[in-house]
């Protein structure tokens, strides 16, 4: 079964608005990742948080972590119609790069 | 870009056929992993190779193996495909096997008639 769940499975919304997506999990984990899909192709690396982070921003990017509830979410800010795409969250138990994804969430952006 | 290149982009086989997909991992990095998408899920992990052993696998059968070359490229090789194969498969290459970083391919897009 999956380690990590996305929440919702898709999201449509107004170029401008902001986005949450939340992943929850199951196990322990040593860090948190997001990353983003476009078309089917392959993954580009977002942002990363560990385990005794809470909280990490890279551009218009925003995602928390409470490892007390195991879930994590990643907001993206004003966002863009270049922003459509699936996002997927991936948890390292070992840091040894043996990641387990969710599903995802689709994000579509209208312009 | 990422500096990690698979090949080939598309490929189509038939049912109990064989297939080789190759990843060519970035400048630096001596650990690749593979990863099999079936199409709506997440990447689903197969197994890793660290300077040129396996260093983990996921829950997929013994028809799925893979090398890892001295140059640290890699190849994913299933024998006796399956219809549930058709997937896009998926290399990662990250600079050490406790790096928590990788870099992923572009993926090849497998069909199985």
């Known amino acids: 079964s999956q380690q990590g769940e996305e929440d919702p499975q898709a999201l449509s919304i107004q170029e401008g608005e902001n986005a949450t997506m939340n992943c929850s999990y199951k196990t322990s984990i040593n860090n948190l990742q997001w990353y983003r899909q476009n078309s089917g192709r392959g993954l580009v690396h977002l942002i990363l948080i560990r385990s005794n982070e809470r909280e990490k921003h890279s551009g218009r990017l925003r995602v928390t972590l409470d490892t007390s509830k195991k879930s994590s979410s990643l907001l993206i800010t004003a966002s863009r119609a270049a922003d459509t795409a699936s996002y997927f969250c991936?948890?390292?138990?070992?840091?040894?790069?043996?990641?387990?994804f969710g599903d995802g969430t689709t994000l579509t952006v209208k312009p | 870009e990422t500096g990690v290149t698979q090949s080939p982009t598309h490929l189509i086989k038939t049912r109990g056929q064989q297939v080789t997909l190759r990843c060519s991992s970035q400048s630096g990095h001596n650990t690749v992993s593979w990863y099999q998408q079936a199409l709506g899920q997440g990447p689903q992990f197969i197994f890793q190779?660290?300077?040129?052993?396996?260093?983990g696998r996921g829950n997929f059968p013994p028809r799925f193996s893979g090398l890892q070359f001295p140059n640290y490229s890699s190849e994913l090789n299933v024998n006796a495909l399956e219809l549930d194969d058709s997937a896009l498969y998926l290399c990662?290459?990250?600079?050490?096997?406790?790096?928590?970083?990788?870099?992923f391919g572009p993926g090849t897009r497998l069909t199985v008639l």
């Open positions: 990662a290459s990250s600079q050490d096997r406790g790096a928590d970083t990788q870099y």
């Open positions: 991936a948890t390292d138990v070992a840091n040894a790069g043996k990641s387990t």
């Open positions: 190779y660290y300077r040129e052993e396996e260093n």
